[in-house]
DNA sequence: TGGTATAGCATGGTATTTTATGGGATTCAA
DNA sequence: TTGAATCCCATAAAATACCATGCTATACCA
């Protein structure tokens, strides 16, 4: 695996009739190295889909069993809340990825996608939520520059 | 063996007349590396059933044994529990198993069951059950967003 | 710098495989 | 012998892999 790896830039492609979209050429790259398998869950906290690899869920799922009692609620509710909306999606030869109705109605998508990275991480959004969303995210960083700030709080 | 394996999804299957159900078949694919046999018991906490690898249940075994003292009613009451009513179920080569009386009753399930992804477990529900629990959780993960708090405790 | 060749990529269509599930046969135990 | 559990076979539907084409971005050369 290689030490670098992040999933970055905004990419449009079109989502066929079945829900086939080609993941980028760039996300396939990063991927490939292991596998042809990325993971794909509705966001928590945002109408889109959020992909990543299955080895970042893994580690997720080890923070919660380590955080958490094997009997506890919360080991409960997060596990299946993460993992029970969570599947594999295998690309074919050509890179496509057959996305779910679920996560397709989740994200409000029809025929066209937008990926965007996120580092480790990267979101699908429609094409029109999306430029909402970079509008509002980048009016809320003229105005409070919080980026910096936050990572100090979380050290 | 695969460095990573992770129950995933929520997936919708019928139960027969005999009581036979398809294990979704990704999960058959992270159970056929080692086996063909799967765990399952009542769940502790909730009227569903849950299911894992023996292996996951040896080392739950370990970590009551470190957790509790060997003469303790604690030690004594959790693997009257849990080993007391967790059985193997192997399923057939079309990727059946034949769960029991009793824990279908448990869960309540007759014709339809629903399997939900937890990672290193999973579970399965009835529909209907399955539904409001996943409704209420929602909205109690909404509320409180637990899952960062929780990291930053362990770290 | 400008123009052309080439390789890679997205995308539409088609073929193949896998999977869930019903029904029946067989085995084993009571 | 009866009942229950397990195994095997058949089928329809859905998921997935493969093939072919047109386009775009990159590399190469004049």
Redesign the pocket.
Known sequence: MRKVFLFMDT????????G???????Y??IVKELS?EIVCYRSLSAPCIEGCLEETLDKLATDIENATDFFSETQDNLTNLVFGDAR???????????L?EKLLQHAQIT??AVFVGKGRKFQIWNPQNWQKEEARIRAEVLKNRPSLNIKREAE
């Open positions: 990419i449009i492609n079109k989502v066929d009739a079945k086939r979209v080609s993941l980028p050429s760039d396939r790259a042809s594999r999606f295998t690309f074919d030869s050509t890179g496509r990825i057959n779910s025929d066209t």
